[in-house]
């Protein structure tokens, strides 16, 4: 695909790489993406509560994330190497994606309001047809993102050409992005007054929490809008159409079969992760063993602050409960200080992957970095648990002490440094991906963004995986998120040892064009 160096001129070949800032501007898309996603992981449960939805529906519908990631990644991917729109082969795409957060976002925040239109009751009941409204809204949130994330890294990689810095720079710029956005996301979820600027949102229906939730999300929808339209009208996709898929334009029976229409979709997923090559295959599997690490410390970090480190309980009386929320918001400040930390080190990983001897070595070293890290969880919860024993406060108190400073910062630190793996987590594999498209030659069957689909099962399964069985796991062992966790550190221990040991490194510099033909459409 040929993509303008500038404004009314486009690049002299497919695989010539375009400026930076017009890397930066696609990239910038990530803030507001995940502006959306902060909000909700920052307000949802009081939301949750003011509908009623029932604890045992709950891990259903977090569950809708994986399942669209593992479904509408590929299928958009392979749509999206093959789009032969006027507009680009990304673009269309990216727009859908975006229209559809914000009509997602519009039904989440309004399903109650929508809910009692419909005969919904008022007060502390249950309201069935809020719940679906916002389960739906939930569900078409996921697949929006996954529309929108995948044609967007598949387009950075577009324009970073054969640069293998600039693929390993542009995804690094999307996971900074992707940390402002948190940023962004946690300071506006954490102001409690910001419906005063849209006081309509406050209705009959809607209390203070579900205002606030409502304003920020029109904020949310607005600066995505801004993003993306700034980027679209900043970079420019020439059209694609089959015979570009080569640098000489000469058209191969490849080429041939790609001009055929095409609809078995799922047997071009088979014959994509038959056509893998021994790099892509390593690449899968340190993704997948690097998530089934991350997803229990995802899913229940402010959980595990709230209860195993302030002794709160969600389910207890009203004192266990107070604990519990004030260990959330201490664990929401921790995720602050996570983003600031991820932010920083996404800017950081070109020099730190040389200075550390390429990015496959820093990929090893962080994926211990984060065994230590979520190992650490366990001293935490001891000290905490001594400590409650120590001063005496049980779970019957009419008043349960917060722990001591001294534990708080450690739980915050871990935090902290987990933005340090987080980063690589966000950028080092897609970049591979995109790499190992690029030099894979003929003997690859899949573009960009099949390829990145593909890699996305190995993120979604994992996530499946910890979804369904988390839960039973920690209660096989006693309860609590401490088995999950230490799961995890193994997970991670043996994600850094496969890509220290197994995982090939990149070549450096540019690709040759002929390693381009048939590989990269």
């Known amino acids: 695909m040929e993509v303008e160096a500038s404004r009314g001129t486009t690049a002299a070949s497919p695989d010539?790489?375009?400026?930076?800032?017009?890397?930066?501007?696609?990239?910038?898309?990530?803030?507001?993406?995940?502006?959306?996603?902060?909000?909700?992981?920052?307000?949802?449960?009081?939301?949750?509560?003011?509908?009623?939805?029932?604890?045992?529906?709950?891990?259903l519908i977090w569950l809708?994330?994986?399942?669209?990631?593992?479904?509408?990644?590929?299928?958009?991917?392979?749509?999206?190497?093959?789009?032969?729109?006027?507009?680009?082969?990304?673009?269309?795409?990216?727009?859908?994606?975006?229209?559809?957060?914000?009509?997602?976002?519009?039904?989440?925040?309004?399903?109650?309001?929508?809910?009692?239109l419909l005969g919904d009751p008022t007060g502390t009941q249950i309201k069935p047809r809020a719940i679906g409204l916002f389960a739906l809204g939930f569900w078409i949130l996921d697949v929006a993102n996954n529309t929108l994330q995948g044609p967007c890294r598949a387009l950075l990689a577009d324009l970073s050409g054969s640069d293998h810095k600039k693929t390993r720079t542009a995804n690094a710029f999307f996971s900074f992005f992707m940390a402002v956005g948190n940023v962004l996301g946690y300071a506006a979820g954490s102001y409690t007054h910001l419906y005063y600027v849209f006081p309509f949102t406050k209705t009959g229906a809607c209390d203070v929490y579900c205002a606030n939730l409502k304003s920020c999300f029109f904020i949310s929808i607005a600066l995505l809008l801004v993003l993306t339209i700034v980027a679209f009208w900043y970079v420019s996709e020439k059209p694609w159409s089959p015979?570009?898929?080569?640098?000489?334009?000469?058209?191969?029976?490849?080429?041939?079969?790609?001009?055929?229409?095409?609809c078995a979709f799922f047997g071009d997923i088979v014959g994509a992760l038959k056509g893998l090559e021994r790099p892509m295959w390593i690449l899968l599997l340190v993704t997948c063993l690097n998530w089934i690490a991350w997803f229990p410390f995802l899913l229940f970090d402010t959980d595990w602050m709230g209860k195993e480190v302030y002794g709160g309980n969600s389910s207890g009386s009203a004192e266990q409960l107070?604990?519990?929320?004030?260990?959330?918001?201490?664990?929401?400040?921790?995720?602050?200080?996570?983003a600031i930390v991820l932010g920083i080190v996404s800017l950081g990983i070109e020099p730190l992957s040389r200075w550390l001897g390429g990015v496959k070595r820093l990929w090893g070293i962080v994926n211990f970095l984060l065994a230590a890290c979520l190992a650490m969880t366990v001293?935490?919860?001891?000290?905490?648990?001594?400590?409650?024993?120590?001063?005496?406060?049980?779970?019957?108190?009419?008043?349960?002490?917060?722990?001591?400073?001294?534990?708080?910062?450690?739980?915050?630190?871990?935090?902290?440094?987990?933005?340090?793996?987080?980063?690589?987590?966000?950028?080092?594999?897609?970049?591979?991906?995109s790499i190992f498209c690029k030099t894979s030659g003929e003997g690859s069957s899949a573009g960009q963004g099949l390829s990145l689909g593909v890699l996305n099962l190995a993120i979604v399964v994992p996530q499946m995986v910890v979804s369904l069985l988390g839960g039973p796991f920690d209660a096989l062992f006693g309860g609590g998120n401490l088995p999950a966790f230490v799961a995890g550190a193994v997970a991670a221990a043996a994600s850094g040892i496969v890509a220290l040991t197994m995982l090939p490194s990149p070549p450096s510099g540019a690709i040759p064009a002929k390693a381009l033909s048939g590989g990269f459409h």
């Open 16 to 59: 010539a790489a375009s400026p930076l800032r017009k890397i930066i501007s696609v990239a910038s898309i990530a803030a507001g993406v995940q502006f959306g996603w902060a909000l909700q992981l920052s307000l949802l449960t009081p939301y949750v509560q003011l509908l009623g939805i029932p604890h045992q529906w709950a891990s």
């Open 322 to 338: 107070r604990v519990y929320d004030k260990g959330v918001r201490a664990g929401s400040l921790g995720l602050m200080l996570n």
């Open 64 to 116: 809708c994330g994986p399942v669209s990631g593992m479904i509408v990644q590929p299928i958009v991917g392979y749509h999206s190497d093959n789009c032969s729109s006027r507009f680009g082969r990304r673009k269309p795409f990216i727009a859908a994606g975006t229209a559809l957060v914000a009509f997602a976002v519009f039904l989440i925040g309004y399903a109650a309001d929508l809910g009692r």
């Open 379 to 433: 001293l935490i919860t001891k000290l905490a648990e001594a400590n409650r024993r120590s001063i005496g406060a049980s779970s019957s108190d009419t008043h349960i002490l917060p722990p001591p400073d001294g534990i708080k910062a450690g739980a915050l630190t871990i935090f902290a440094v987990l933005g340090i793996p987080q980063a690589i987590t966000f950028s080092v594999p897609f970049a591979l991906a």
């Open 243 to 262: 015979e570009m898929g080569n640098p000489g334009g000469d058209i191969t029976d490849a080429d041939e079969k790609t001009m055929q229409p095409k």
